[in-house]
T-cell receptor, first 107, second 114 residues
Framework: GENVEQHPSTLSVQEGDSAVIKCTYSDSASNYFPWYKQELGKRPQLIIDIRSNVGEKKDQRIAVTLNKTAKHFSLHITETQPEDSAVYFC??????FGAGTRLTVKP | DAMVIQNPRYQVTQFGKPVTLSCSQTLNHNVMYWYQQKSSQAPKLLFHYYDKDFNNEADTPDNFQSRRPNTSFCFLDIRSPGLGDAAMYLC?????????????FGPGTRLTVT
C-alpha cells in the first residue's frame, strides 16, 4: 500500500510569513493528493487538493505543488495568520494520512 | 445540512463490552471509510468499503469489524474493547464516479473505555 511521509512535524512562523509543508509518497499510481486542516476537537477539513494531471493549484493564500517524477507534493501558505494555526495532514489516493504537521502562527 | 452523520457523538463502554458505532450519509457516495484517531496522532485508516467490497488494512486488529448493509449506512463493531481502543472514530465518504475523490468527514464519535 501507499506510504506517505510528511515533514516537518512542527512548524512555527511569524504572522505574515510563509509556511511550507512537504509530503512524499511511494505509489507511482497515486493520482489524487488532498490536504486537510484539523483544529482541536474538530474533524479534518479539506483545504485544497490536486490531481496528477496538474503541477500546481492555488486558492487564495493556499497553494499545492506536485512533482510526480520525484513523488512529492507540498502545501504552501502565504501571509500566514494566527487562525491558520492547526494540524495539517496530507494524504494520497488511498486516503492514508501523513503523520501531520502542527503549525503555529505567532502574532 | 448534515451530510455524514455519526451516532453517538460520545460513547462510553466497559472493558470487554462490545460496542457499535454508526455512520450514515446523505451523499449517496459509494465509498465509506473508518478511521481511528488517538490524541495528537493522525487519523489511521482501519478499513473502507468500495461499494459492497470490504477492504481491511493489514494492521487493523481482528477486534474491529465493519458492516455496510446499504449505501447509506456503515457500522464499526468493536468486539472486545480494550483501554487502548479509546479514541475518536471518524467516518468519511467519497464518490469515485465521475472522477470525484474528495472525502467528506463526519463529526466523529469519541469512545471512552472504562
Amino acid at each position: 500500500g501507499e506510504n506517505v511521509e510528511q515533514h516537518p512535524s512542527t512548524l512555527s512562523v511569524q504572522e505574515g510569513d510563509s509556511a511550507v509543508i512537504k509530503c512524499t509518497y511511494s505509489d507511482s499510481a497515486s493520482n489524487y493528493f488532498p490536504w486537510y486542516k484539523q483544529e482541536l476537537g474538530k474533524r479534518p477539513q479539506l483545504i485544497i487538493d490536486i490531481r496528477s494531471n496538474v503541477g500546481e493549484k492555488k486558492d487564495q493564500r493556499i497553494a499545492v505543488t506536485l512533482n510526480k517524477t520525484a513523488k512529492h507534493f507540498s502545501l504552501h501558505i502565504t501571509e500566514t495568520q494566527p487562525e491558520d494555526s492547526a494540524v495539517y495532514f496530507c494524504a494520497a489516493s488511498d486516503m492514508r494520512f501523513g503523520a501531520g504537521t502542527r503549525l503555529t502562527v505567532k502574532p | 445540512d448534515a451530510m455524514v452523520i455519526q451516532n453517538p457523538r460520545y460513547q462510553v463502554t466497559q472493558f470487554g463490552k462490545p460496542v457499535t458505532l454508526s455512520c450514515s450519509q446523505t451523499l449517496n457516495h459509494n465509498v465509506m471509510y473508518w478511521y481511528q484517531q488517538k490524541s495528537s496522532q493522525a487519523p489511521k485508516l482501519l478499513f473502507h468499503y468500495y461499494d459492497k467490497d470490504f477492504n481491511n488494512e493489514a494492521d487493523t486488529p481482528d477486534n474491529f469489524q465493519s458492516r455496510r448493509p446499504n449505501t447509506s449506512f456503515c457500522f464499526l463493531d468493536i468486539r472486545s474493547p480494550g483501554l487502548g481502543d479509546a479514541a475518536m472514530y471518524l467516518c468519511a465518504t467519497s464518490a469515485t464516479s465521475g472522477g470525484e475523490f474528495e472525502q467528506y468527514f463526519g463529526p466523529g464519535t469519541r469512545l471512552t473505555v472504562t
